[in-house]
């Protein structure tokens, strides 16, 4: 039986942990070819052959520091050299931050914009460079529930992912006609590294420390969503899955909220 992402070729930004980690063995499985980018040379490479030994597709790992323009131009272009296409482009590599309106530092908005904002927009811009010339594609955003309602995330890390659900809409608007699909995706209380430090924090811990975490954190968050459950990277995958295949092909400038209904009760428990 054909994968949902068969003959598809992805770039997953972010990919050797949490919810980018989680995509490519999803989009793996279901028959892609992918580029995983991300900063872990060790860690990009090991995944990218195991993925390939597991599913049979071919994956390649290109190392790629998103704040940098030119290294997200050139994951577009390793892709392009080693499949000829690129159909899909999850913009999904990102950090939380806290700050607030009071005590935010120039140096802290100059890189929360940059990493939160700037990728995905360099994302877009490469991506839609060569999707234009192939027929078209689906870019896939990870913003976040902190773009819609208070306290859900920093200050300038909610900001950054409110311009990202806006930008998506308007990208969509822009490379519609060429038949490029841009959605995001607003994940709500999702168990990943980045609740003790993100990934390379987790990357200093022994396993049996990290699992230990992310039991305690899944304990925890399936207090803080109608659905009894911690969401995972997993559910965010499966959005990206559904946004990256055929099926969605009539869905375009959206966020498409996963949260368990976060936002429904936190909306009751304010009012």
Known sequence: MAGRLQHKVALITGATSGIGEAT?????????????AARSTEKGEALAAQLSEEFGVQVIF?????????????AVDAAMTAFGQLDCLFNNAGAGERSSAESVTEDEFAHAMRLLVGAPVFGIKHAARVMKSTGGGSIINNASIAAHRYAQGGYLYSGAKAAVSHLTRLAGVELGPWNIRVNAISPGAIATPIFWGGSARAQTLSDAENEAKMAKLEGNLAKATPIPRSGLALDIAN????LASDESSYINSHDL?????????FNEKSS
């Open 239 to 242: 959005a990206a899955l559904f």
């Open 62 to 74: 290109k190392r790629t520091d998103i704040m940098i323009e030119s290294d997200i131009a050139a």
């Open 24 to 36: 490519a063995r999803v989009f793996a499985a279901q028959g892609a070819q992918l580029l995983i």
């Open 257 to 265: 909220v996963v949260d368990g209904g976060r936002i429904a009760m």
